[in-house]
Nanobody, 127 residues
Framework: QVQLQESGPGLVKPSQTLFLTCTVSGGSITAKSYYFNWIRQPPGKGLEWIGYIGYSGDTHIRPSFASRTSISRDTSKNQVTLQLSSVTAEDTALYYC???????????????????WGQGTQVTVSS
């Protein structure tokens, strides 16, 4: 079974760029039909889909994030990376990396809408 593990800085200052890494084990990020998604859950709110990178390297970012978000991958390390620039306090959230095999879920209600997901990494934006 594919396992995912998010990692990141924990605390980021306003206006800085956030970098999060998802390390994948038990499967290749280039496996056909795999889509690796970034999702977040702000305090007291529901899940918010940010974007994905597909098995062929294609990416799709939610329009509200597109101007300041990049998703990339390192196939040699089997890792997927989220880059979110110009962060504000509203970017404070629990960030998840999640896998879909086939159809991409862009409006998740729960993490069970995905095939596999990590434990999440807390990001707090504060000076």
């Amino acid at each position: 079974q594919v396992q995912l593990q998010e990692s990141g800085p924990g605390l980021v200052k306003p206006s800085q760029t956030l970098f999060l890494t998802c390390t994948v084990s038990g499967g290749s990020i280039t496996a056909k039909s795999y889509y690796f998604n970034w999702i977040r859950q702000p305090p007291g709110k529901g899940l918010e889909w940010i974007g994905y990178i597909g098995y062929s390297g294609d990416t799709h970012i939610r329009p509200s994030f597109a101007s300041r978000t990049s998703i990339s991958r390192d196939t040699s390390k089997n890792q997927v990376t989220l880059q979110l620039s110009s962060v504000t306090a509203e970017d404070t959230a629990l960030y998840y990396c999640a896998l879909t095999n086939g159809l991409v879920q862009v409006a998740p209600r729960t993490l069970h809408d995905y095939d596999s997901w990590g434990q999440g990494t807390q990001v707090t934006v504060s000076s």
